[in-house]
């Protein structure tokens, strides 16, 4: 079982927003930056967003990220098919004093 | 460009050891902090070791301290993880991460392609 929590599935159609959320605690989420990776079948992951809401270069502007006390959330925009794949979080956590991933989003266009 | 190509999977019984390798190319190897991040068969992402630029600091994830050593040389710019004692619940992908420069700890920037250990009987 994960330490962050994901919704196991998401779906939309072509040009919809999509948001994805990602649930911590106190020692995670609520008290260091989220990060999300994405990850095409058969691939590695690929970071996406990083402190909560930086976009590393090359990567789109529709996707976002936001954070709100224990919780954080990743926006697709204008969705896309070759958006479809699996989504994961991920932060500190200082009980832990450790690194933890959410169990991951698999993103389904319609 | 930034490449890691790992190498080293296999398939091997409960009980036994595997050496995983990480070639980097495309940047400076020895400026950065490095992770193992392992995935097993249709799950998620699981952090299990990190080690400092220098290869002084190193730390695992509680599902591996005392049977993996991560290590890394600079001078060959390679990352390596030595697996003892292995278990069946290790199977999995394994990828070695780079630690970007900009966010918090654990923030990966580039991933190599993954290599497979698969511990079977």
């Known amino acids: 079982q994960s330490v962050l929590t994901q919704p196991p599935s998401a779906s939309g159609t072509p040009g919809q927003t999509v948001t994805i959320s990602c649930s911590g605690t106190s020692s995670s989420v609520g008290s260091n930056t989220v990060h999300w990776y994405q990850q095409f079948s058969g691939a590695a992951p690929r970071l996406l967003i990083y402190s909560n809401y930086q976009r590393p270069s090359g990567v789109p502007d529709r996707f976002s990220g936001s954070k709100s006390g224990t919780s954080a959330s990743l926006a697709i925009r204008g969705l896309q098919s070759e958006d479809e794949a699996d989504y994961y979080c991920?932060?500190?956590?200082?009980?832990?004093?450790?690194?933890?991933f959410g169990g991951g989003t698999k993103l389904t266009v319609l | 460009e930034v490449q890691l190509v790992e190498s080293g999977g296999d398939l091997v019984q409960p009980g036994g050891s595997l050496r995983l390798s990480c070639a980097a190319s495309g940047f400076t190897f020895s400026d950065y902090e490095m992770n193992w991040v392992r995935q097993a068969p249709g799950k998620g992402l699981e952090w299990i070791a990190y080690?400092?630029?220098?290869?002084?600091?190193?730390e695992y994830a509680g599902s591996v301290k005392g049977r993996f050593t991560i290590s890394r040389d600079n001078a060959q710019r390679s990352l390596y993880l030595q697996m003892n004692s292995l278990r069946v619940e290790d199977t999995a992908i394994y990828y070695c991460a780079r630690e970007s420069h900009h966010g918090s700890r654990g923030t990966n920037d580039y991933w190599g392609q993954g290599t497979l250990a698969t511990v079977s009987a």
């Open positions: 080690i400092n630029s220098g290869g002084g600091t190193k």
């Open positions: 991920a932060s500190w956590d200082d009980n832990l004093n450790w690194g933890v």
